[in-house]
């Protein structure tokens, strides 16, 4: 038994080679490779949340644009086993700047119309 002192460090797991990720999570499609597929590409969505929320108004939070992005990222891994010749890097990073971006109508605009 370690002492209070020695804490066991958590082991991190082994990091896998994301095309490997991505053949393995076509053929099964479990929870757990898409989580590893969207931890991969998170940043594309931190940084593309980051870039839209310095052209919006300051009531828009970086999280809410977050969100939208992970959502966007998650409807991108799904779509990309359907897209096989566009890239999964340009298409996640479209996706979740898209899903983060807000409408160009107000919601009441877009049902009087």
């Keep these: 038994m370690p002492s209070p002192t020695q804490t066991a460090a958590p082991k991190a797991a ?66 990309a086993r359907r897209r096989r010749s566009f890239s999964r890097t340009a298409t996640s990073r479209s996706s979740a700047r898209s899903a983060s971006r807000p409408p160009s109508t107000p919601p009441s605009a877009r049902a009087a119309a």
């Design 14 to 79: 082994p990091k896998r080679d994301i095309k490997e990720v991505w053949i393995e999570y076509k053929k099964s499609k479990t929870e757990p490779l898409r989580n590893i597929l969207m931890e991969n590409y998170l940043h594309l969505v931190r940084y593309n949340a980051e870039r839209i929320h310095v052209k919006l108004p300051d009531e828009v939070e970086l999280d809410d644009l977050m969100s939208a992005g992970i959502f966007g990222l998650m409807d991108a891994i799904n779509a």
